[in-house]
């Protein structure tokens, strides 16, 4: 059984940081691909960042040079560090994994979830 359990997160400041952690057990063989996703009342979830089985991360335009992904294989851990935040960045985050080896960038195609953490920035 794969488990994604979150913590962090929280009330920022406009240009605050937080830093979000996913611990993920369950897992068999090889690295997985892993992604952050967001979503905002009134708005479809989004990819924020993913990282693939090499260890090559991909970010939406709008977070990149703000935020960055990082995993602890040795500890089965996933982050997402994010800095210089701003009211855009308030939703919902989600750790995410895909059923498979493969990764992928839309939401429907990955099959575990963390619960959720929300992130609000006030300006």
């Known amino acids: 059984q794969v488990r994604l359990v979150q913590s962090g997160g929280g009330s920022v400041q406009t240009g605050g940081s937080l830093r979000l952690t996913c611990v993920r057990s369950?897992?068999?063989?090889?690295?997985?691909?892993m992604g952050w996703f967001r979503q905002a009342p009134g708005k479809s979830r989004e990819l924020v960042a993913r990282?693939?089985?090499?260890?090559?991360?991909t970010y939406a335009d709008s977070v990149k040079g703000r935020f960055t992904i990082s995993q602890d294989n040795a500890k089965n851990t996933l982050h997402l560090e994010m800095n210089s935040l701003k009211p855009e960045d308030t939703a919902m985050y989600y750790c995410?994994?895909?059923?498979?080896?493969?990764?992928?960038?839309?939401?429907?195609?990955?099959?575990?979830w963390g619960q959720g953490t929300q992130v609000t920035v006030s300006s």
């Open positions: 990282i693939d089985n090499r260890g090559n991360s």
């Open positions: 369950g897992y068999t063989g090889s690295r997985r691909c």
């Open positions: 995410a994994a895909p059923s498979g080896p493969l990764c992928y960038n839309q939401w429907q195609n990955y099959n575990y």
